[in-house]
């Protein structure tokens, strides 16, 4: 079986090389780490290039030129650079537990290699020191792991650098304009077209820090919303339609009939009359994983408040 893992850079030096060396020091050790920098201002690419001359696993792909893409078109082009059976996706400042390969590949191996596979797994919270602020991020986040397509169109619970898919899948993978981020639509492509697994164990340790341009969902971030209103509203739209816009592009697909209905019930919703909106988020069921949040969902959908469309 070949294994490749991806890894995107930018300006991630002063974390780069504790998470490459938790690669390194994985149990199954048969791998490729492709490495491409999205256009590093500070001395990561020096880091990739002594790496890559010390671990003949490790490949750095585009020491030659620095043209900023984004993440999502830089993993894209990552996963299309090589031909791989699996891929694992790697952030640039986390930690992998030694077993986080092994772990994964165990269980995928128990599927089949023509069908569109993702698998992910819980992680550990931790600050920049790698103390453990968070035992489980699934449930401290989301409640639970989605592995539904209905639950999977209005969020998200697999993180990127937890997950592996396969080549059945990477194959799916044909847009990256207009979605959320690249393990989001992945998520679901795997389930309207394969199978997406959750492992409940933590494979990594996801380190929190001054510049995380994502992230976990922390108190300071939310009290930050909350004290201007129309920022809390705004963004909650621009995640709704902004996730309708990502599902959109699975109707371009060869979808199951009753597949195709709920994406397509999904995807219109604002369209549609106030009665007509609660007859759909009856029968489809859509919601989020915690009750606060599926309140304000459901609430913003039937009231269209402070909503404005969005192009």
Known sequence: MKVNIVMSTYNGEKYLAEQIESIRNQTFSNWTLLIRDDGSKDKTRDVIADFAKQDSRIHFINPNSTKNLGVIKSFHTLI?????DVYFFSDQDDVWLPDKLQVTLETAQTYQADQPLMVYTDLKVVNQDLQVMNESMIRSQSHHANTKLVQELTENTVTGGTSMINHALAELWTVTDDILMHDWYLALLATAFGKLIYIDQPTELYRQHAENVLGARTV????????????????????????????????????????????????????????????????????????????????????????????
């Open 80 to 84: 299309q650079y090589q031909r791989a």
């Open 220 to 311: 300071s971030k939310r009290v930050k919303k909350w004290i201007r209103p129309h920022v809390l509203f705004s963004a909650y739209w621009d995640l709704i339609c902004d996730s309708q816009k990502q599902a959109n592009h699975l109707m371009a697909l060869p979808l199951a009939p009753i597949d195709r209905k709920l994406i397509e019930a999904f995807v219109t919703i604002m369209d549609k009359p106030i009665l007509e909106r609660y007859q759909t988020l009856k029968k489809y069921g859509f919601r989020k994983n915690k009750a606060f949040h599926t309140f304000a969902f459901t609430s913003l959908i039937l009231t269209k408040f402070a909503y404005k469309e969005r192009k």
